[in-house]
């Protein structure tokens, strides 16, 4: 294959599919000591980003429990 003149390349098919590579899955180029490894991005959620948004909460304990029970 050939890199084109913007850089890309086409992985073939077979590897595609072998893989698990689909359209617009994003994957990371890794520098490795016998060259590049590219590998899917990964999809775990950062710890911070699970708990993003928490600290806008009510800080009044009895205003949170009524707003929650829809009161």
């Known amino acids: ?3 084109t003149e913007r850089g890309q ?3 073939p098919k077979a590897i595609r599919d072998r893989f698990g590579f689909h359209p617009n899955m994003e994957v990371d180029l890794v520098v490795t ?3 590049v490894l590219i ?3 990964s999809q ?6 699970r708990v ?3 600290l806008g909460r ?14």
């Open 9 to 11: 390349i086409t992985i």
């Open 33 to 35: 000591e016998k060259g």
């Open 39 to 41: 590998r899917k991005k």
């Open 58 to 71: 009510p800080s009044d304990t009895d205003r949170y429990i009524d707003e929650v029970r829809g009161r």
């Open 1 to 3: 294959m050939k890199v």
């Open 52 to 54: 993003f948004g928490v």
């Open 44 to 49: 775990a959620q950062h710890p911070v980003d």
